[in-house]
């Protein structure tokens, strides 16, 4: 080969962050990071992968925040109520939050691209391994501790289940506000077949970036309207007493290299 100087074999691998992160964040041996680009041609079905099996309790729905990178839908994951289970995964995962990554426009805004695709926006559910560990600080840092479903958003119909959501970001506009949020199921931001999914393993794709993700990305996209993305826009990666106010808005990080990873398909 050429050159073996690909992003892979570098022993570290300058991830170029966004802007809003302080400086390239160096990973060290980061030879299975996030997100990627899903080459539909190259991945190989595997009919061994099981339909998901979601589990959500509305009620362990706690608070809607904005962390400063993105807005957060945390649920109280100190019991079994909200749990992921089949797909690629052997064990029972924990629900904790969810959040999303979107665009300043409707060009772009994913993490993930299918062929190359953008979509303007994706959710990330994120699960943590509630076998094998007692705390997400403790599964974030090993092999097998996470699971992420990824939902591409399209600009379309309105979407109803969202709108409460959207309702809730102007009280959260600045970095560091919380409001109490409840009785919010995030199954109805799953698309109506989550049968159809590529699934490969990976990485955070915010610091720490540790490498423990086992991605579940959705083949079917939901729509959310327009004017649903633009409150997503309103929201700031700034906090209240910050001068310069910086609107939130392409809060993702760039494709990394594949580093000869399979992305495995549930369906032909
Ligand atoms: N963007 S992301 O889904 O990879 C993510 C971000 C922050 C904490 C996480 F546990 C996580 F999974
Ligand atoms: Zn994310």
């Known amino acids: 080969r050429r050159c073996n100087l690909t992003a892979c ?29 899903i080459t539909v041609r190259k991945s190989v079905f595997d009919s061994e992968l099981k339909p998901l099996v979601t589990n959500y309790d509305p009620n362990t729905c706690q608070q809607i925040w904005n962390n400063g990178y993105s807005f957060l839908v945390e649920y109280d994951d100190t019991t079994d109520k909200s749990t992921l289970k089949g797909g ?45 560990y007692s705390l997400f600080e403790e599964a974030v840092m090993e092999d097998n501790g996470l699971a992420v479903i990824g939902v591409f958003l399209k600009v379309g119909k309105r979407h109803e289940g969202l709108q409460k959501l959207v309702d809730a970001l102007p009280a959260i506009r600045h970095k560091g506000s919380v409001v109490e949020f ?9 698309p109506i077949n989550t049968d159809d999914y590529w699934t490969y ?14 991605w579940i990305i ?51």
């Open 182 to 190: 409840n009785r919010f199921d995030p199954a109805c931001l799953l």
């Open 88 to 132: 690629p995964l052997k064990d029972s995962f924990r629900l904790c939050q969810f959040h999303f990554h979107w665009g300043e426009c409707n060009a772009w805004g994913s993490e993930h691209t299918v062929d190359r695709r953008l979509y303007p926006a994706e959710l990330h559910l994120v699960h943590w391994n509630s076998d094998k």
């Open 9 to 37: 074999s570098s022993k570290y691998v300058l991830s170029q962050m966004h802007p809003m992160w302080q400086g390239p964040l160096a990973v060290p041996g980061g030879d299975r990071q996030s997100p990627i680009d």
């Open 218 to 268: 959705m083949k079917q996209h939901i729509e959310v309207s327009h004017d649903q993305l633009a409150v997503f826009r309103s929201l700031l990666f700034t906090s209240a007493e910050e001068e310069a106010q910086k609107s939130m808005v392409n809060n993702f990080r760039v494709q990394q290299a594949l580093c000869g990873r399979t992305v495995r398909s549930s369906f032909t």
């Open 201 to 214: 393993h990976g990485s955070l794709t915010t610091p720490p970036l540790t490498e423990s993700v086992s």
